[in-house]
């Protein structure tokens, strides 16, 4: 079946710095989706990005469709960009497969 | 407006409970889907509506019980659930069931089954 491997799963920060999150996956991509679920469960649209790069703030990120990974790259962090982030993967069909997450934490 | 909504934020419920999420979406999006997600794991597809048809059921027990009564509204009725139940129930929409369709998800609801 289709695999959507992120890495790292867990990322200590302290605040101000910069943190590259990625996104592995195993077919031929339709759909990219980066998501931030914050502590309350919500999962916020950061990015739909099945190619190219689109830039968002301090957010950015880019996927490079023929070598199957997208980049989330998160810019002077703040306390607030803690949480965890997922990629979401959808292929041939609508159905989204979702990453294991990477857990960020920020530290003031 | 890319908002969807979600009713209740969160329910307590007995296994011998009947109780109803509802979900709810004004973008003109015809494809709904209902996830489900524990505690420090990604969500899991559970059910599709495509044009108010149900398109993909993702082998989920008959005890979760999905409709879609028009274009805007989606619901899961819940009955004789189980403990391991316990999760957050994530509502999404697209434009259409289509790959290339982005998903929007709405806040959840924090399901307690005692």
């Known amino acids: 079946g289709i695999q959507v491997e992120q890495s790292p799963p867990d990322l200590i920060l302290q605040e101000g710095a910069n943190s590259t999150l990625r996104c592995n996956f195993s077919?031929?991509?339709?759909?990219l989706q980066w998501f931030h679920q914050n502590p309350w469960g919500q999962l916020i649209n950061l990015f739909y990005?099945?190619?190219g790069t689109k830039q968002n703030g301090r957010l950015s990120a880019t996927t490079v469709a023929t070598e199957r990974y997208s980049l989330l790259y998160i810019s002077s962090s703040q306390t607030t960009d803690s949480g965890v982030y997922f990629c979401a993967f959808g292929g041939s069909n609508y159905k989204l497969t979702f990453g294991k997450g990477t857990l960020l934490t920020v530290n003031p | 407006d890319t908002e969807v909504t979600q009713t209740p934020k969160h329910l307590v419920m007995g296994m011998t409970n009947k109780k109803s999420l509802k979900c709810e979406q004004h973008m003109g999006h015809r494809a709904m889907y209902w996830y489900k997600q524990k505690a420090k794991k990604p969500p899991e597809l559970m059910f599709v509506?495509?044009?108010?048809?149900?398109?993909i059921n993702e082998s989920v027990p008959s005890r979760f019980s999905p409709e879609c009564p028009n274009s805007s509204l989606l619901n899961l009725h819940l009955h004789a659930l189980q403990p391991e139940d316990s999760a957050l129930y994530l509502c999404?929409?697209?434009?259409?069931?289509?790959?290339?369709?982005?998903?929007?998800f709405g806040p959840g609801t924090r399901l307690t089954v005692l």
């Open positions: 990005i099945p190619s």
């Open positions: 077919d031929s991509v339709n759909n």
């Open positions: 999404a929409s697209s434009l259409r069931a289509l790959p290339r369709n982005e998903q929007f």
């Open positions: 509506y495509s044009y108010e048809k149900l398109s």
